[in-house]
Nanobody
Framework: QVQLVESGGGLVQAGGSQRLSCAAS????????MGWFRQAPGKEREFVTG????????YYADSVKGRFTISRDNAKNTVYLQMNSLKPEDTAVYYC???????????????????WGQGTQVTVSS
């Protein structure tokens, strides 16, 4: 069983930055594909970004490309989401997701992930 705990959410002004963290349990974190998703009120959960187990491959939704950066520290069992140039439309609950897999392809759909965190609220004020 994998447990994921997100942190770092909160209120930020438009144009500002915020970093989310996701700490994972388990001794094989280095074998997890990790992803970040978000869900705004009244909308479906959407893919934001993902990273392979090695960290060599990442993928971003067009809406965040150039503004958000995903990274991982396998020694700390943690994946990060650095968010810059935040916009009000980035307001959502952000979820961390994991799948035990050594695929070299970033997974981008919710159904491909097996484990989810509880989510952390990010609110961007205009």
């Amino acid at each position: 069983q994998v447990q994921l705990v997100e942190s770092g959410g909160g209120l930020v002004q438009a144009g500002g930055s915020q970093r989310l963290s996701c700490a994972a349990s388990g001794r094989i974190f280095s074998s997890y594909v990790m992803g970040w998703f978000r869900q705004a009120p009244g909308k479906e959960r959407e893919f934001v970004t993902g990273i392979t187990w090695s960290g060599l491959s990442t993928y971003y939704a067009d809406s965040v490309k150039g503004r958000f950066t995903i990274s991982r520290d396998n020694a700390k069992n943690t994946v990060y989401l650095q968010m810059n140039s935040l916009k009000p439309e980035d307001t959502a609950v952000y979820y961390c997701a994991a799948k035990v897999s050594r695929t070299t392809i970033v997974l981008i759909t919710t159904g491909e992930y097996d484990y989810w965190g509880q989510g952390t609220q990010v609110t961007v004020s205009s």
